[in-house]
């Protein structure tokens, strides 16, 4: 056996901003159109954590946020079974045996995340390597990223200025929601935003749309033929509506990122999902999620990733052959966010992320004072 994990630690990290951090990506001009992010009144969000990996040389690996609640999953029930593994040993950390009777659901699987991608950190660091040429090779020096909009007020004057803005500097795509039934108007308010985004954006941009399961089937069946019209790229969590609907009206379902267990996983791979949209860092961390990309290839199903961790997001892509991962999603008001606490955030320049070559699966993060325990060997 070579270097081992010495230390699991919880560090706490600055609290989420309440203004927008200086990584902002939308031009000035665009900032009336903005919408207060909803991860900013999220519970998660109200205190957030590092995990610290530390080997027998002294080297630490980090990765964040996690929220409390993670962060203690991580104490509990990852930390003791990975103190004394093998830096190296990448596979037992991808999948470890977990101690405690409640081993499966979200937060184990983020906190099994956070391990697993503070310790690529960790392995980076104590090579010297970057973790694109630790995980198998870097493939590509350049990935796209999708603009999620989600942040936008998408019936703000400004609303198509801003996705013809996006077109224009590069975005693989914009993602956009529509309020209509939630604030139970009919399904033609709807259409009549998707066409107004349409127009502003030619017919050769992609455009998708997030539902996040909310749409009442017999709506969803309603805005189908315009969302075909519009020639939607894909829908996201459209909910109840069967395949047999979508495919009729040769719409793509796009869903994945709260599919946290391999079971979970291997359900949406075996049914009607063509876009497969894993978080790494909430489904299993980098390791796990680019054996289930390989899966996905083998079915025809297209891997975009969720950017709930951006950092991984880029490291799973960087991996992975194009035709597999094609982009990535960055969240344009979230993001920044989720990015305040690291030294450098990752922010896309027309429409694109450089993966690191240099060590560390990110830049760093700019910890707050207060100390918080952890398991040691």
Not at 92 to 101: E, I, N
Not at 165 to 173: Q, R, S, V, Y
Request: one cysteine or more; hydrophobic letters at 45%; glycine letters at 10%.
């Amino acid at each position: 056996m070579g270097d081992t994990i010495t230390a699991v630690s919880i560090r706490p990290l600055p609290p989420t901003p309440t203004q927008a951090p200086d990584c902002q990506v939308l031009p000035d001009w665009a900032c009336p159109a903005q919408r207060p992010p909803a991860g900013r009144v999220w519970p998660e969000s109200a205190v957030r954590f590092a995990v610290e990996v530390v080997d027998s040389t002294g080297v630490a690996g980090t990765f964040g946020p996690v929220s409390a609640s993670v962060a203690a999953v991580v104490r509990d029930q990852v930390a003791p079974v990975v103190v004394g593994c093998d830096v190296d040993a990448w596979r037992v950390l991808a999948s470890p045996a977990l101690a405690g009777r409640h081993v499966h659901g979200a937060h184990v699987r983020l906190a099994v995340s956070a391990v697993e991608l503070a310790a690529w950190d960790l392995r980076s660091l104590h090579h010297g390597a970057a973790v694109g040429a630790l995980v198998g090779g870097q493939r590509r020096t350049q990935v796209p990223v999708y603009a999620s909009a989600l942040g936008i007020d998408i019936d703000h004057p400004l609303a198509a200025d801003i996705a013809a803005w996006l077109t224009d500097t590069g975005f693989w795509a914009s993602k956009w929601a529509l309020p209509g039934a939630d604030r139970g108007e009919p399904p033609s308010r709807d259409a009549q935003r998707l066409r107004r985004l349409r127009d502003a954006v030619g017919d050769a941009a992609r455009l998708c749309v997030d539902v996040g399961g909310r749409w009442p089937l017999d709506y969803a069946r309603q805005m189908l033929p315009a969302l075909a019209e519009v020639g939607v790229s894909w829908i996201e969590e459209p909910g109840a509506v069967p395949a047999s609907d979508l495919l009729a009206y040769g719409l793509a379902r796009a869903e994945g990122e709260h599919d946290y267990d391999p079971a979970d996983q291997l359900r949406a791979l075996s049914g009607d999902v063509q876009i497969w949209q894993p978080d790494p860092s909430w489904c299993g961390g980098l390791a796990h999620t680019l054996a289930m990309v390989e899966l996905a290839g083998l079915r025809g199903i297209r891997t975009i990733p969720h950017g709930g961790g951006l950092a991984a997001a880029l490291a799973l892509a960087e991996a992975a052959p194009a035709h597999l991962v094609p982009a990535i999603e960055y969240h344009l008001t979230l993001e920044p966010l989720r990015q305040a606490a690291q030294l450098h955030p990752l922010i896309p320049v027309h429409g694109t992320l450089t993966p690191r070559t240099a060590p560390g699966l990110t830049s760093g993060y700019r910890l707050a004072t207060t100390e918080v325990t952890g398991a040691n060997a």
